[in-house]
């Protein structure tokens, strides 16, 4: 059984990401918990998508809201890529679902506390929760057996600087601290879900034409995301880092290239502030504490995606 808790600053991918996890056809993989944290939106919209999302899929989940923002830098948000509410412009009702009145820091050292070396960590957002967690409970990091980071940029091409992905970029501190720790990370960098790994206007086709409301909902939550993609990146149509991420937690053979590095975050230059530096050549001469993710199965990550729409 695979025991999986997700790390999430909720909005559009994060959104297909938890839908993918809850709706994933293995009866052996069961989402535990959901914590929320600021980064695409504000910590209270990045919550409610995330209650929304549980309830399409008619699921029940605890969810335990997390840091308003960054451990020690003003908060940054990515309206301009997710739109107004971080769902496309799409205003989904609220949802029924309440939140629990745990903090998630404290919800996350107890559950893991409570059951060592069960549950796999899948964070989709800024760490800052996972840092204020671990520097409560640094004992987190040897009761973790893995932990999925969507995050970072291995080739060092970023998506909201020249050098930084959005996650890492938000806290960076955070990052460095996580990286740090202890905590066996597989970084999942932003760059995975370039070009053929974006959903393309024939993928998204056969998404629409499965006429569910999950296929509806992936497309719809995700428009404006695909319209910045297009405009500001130049990329073939729809990104979808976080669910990548998720697929290769839920399988990891879909991550088909990796490597144990020295990794560490930069938090000192303005200019390449929270970019992940991969000592992939060893340089440095210091221990490894990474495992990169450095190429996916395409058309594989794509059915794990379309099997939990249908």
Request: some cysteine.
């Amino acid at each position: 059984m695979k025991r999986i808790w997700i790390d999430t600053d909720t909005a559009s991918d994060d959104a297909v990401a938890i839908l993918m996890a809850l709706r994933w056809p293995d009866e052996e993989i069961i989402i535990e918990g959901i914590t929320t944290v600021s980064g695409n939106v504000s910590l209270e919209e990045c919550t409610r998508n995330a209650l929304y999302t549980i309830e399409l899929c008619g699921k029940q989940v605890p969810v335990y809201q997390g840091a308003g923002k960054p451990l020690v830098r003003e908060a940054v948000f990515g309206y301009f890529f997710h739109g107004p509410d971080g769902m496309g412009g799409m205003n989904y009702p609220s949802p029924k679902l309440e939140i629990e009145e745990n903090h998630a820091v404290n919800a996350l050292i107890d559950a893991i506390r409570a059951n060592p070396n069960e549950f796999i960590l899948v964070t989709l957002g800024p760490l800052t929760n996972i840092a204020l967690a671990l520097s409560i409970a640094p004992d987190l990091a040897e009761k973790i057996p893995m932990c999925y980071v969507m995050g970072g940029a291995a080739a060092t091409l970023g998506n909201i600087t020249p050098a930084a992905e959005f996650n890492i970029y938000v806290d960076p501190e955070a990052a460095k601290m996580v990286f740090h720790s202890g905590l066996p990370l597989t970084m999942v960098g932003w760059e995975l879900c370039r070009g053929e790994a974006n959903l393309d206007d024939e993928d998204i086709k056969s998404v629409l034409a499965m006429d569910t409301v999950y296929s509806k909902f992936t497309v719809d939550c995700n428009r404006q995301a695909i319209q910045t993609n297009r405009e500001w990146l130049g990329e073939p149509m729809l990104p979808l880092p976080d669910p990548i991420t998720m697929a290769i937690a839920l399988d990891s053979s879909i991550c088909t290239k990796k490597g144990k590095y020295y990794v560490t975050v930069d938090v000192e230059s303005e200019v390449t502030r929270g970019m992940t530096v991969v000592d992939e050549r060893g340089v440095l001469e210091k221990d490894a504490n990474v495992t990169v993710c450095w190429a996916i199965d395409v058309p594989r990550w794509k059915e794990a995606l379309y099997k939990t729409l249908r």
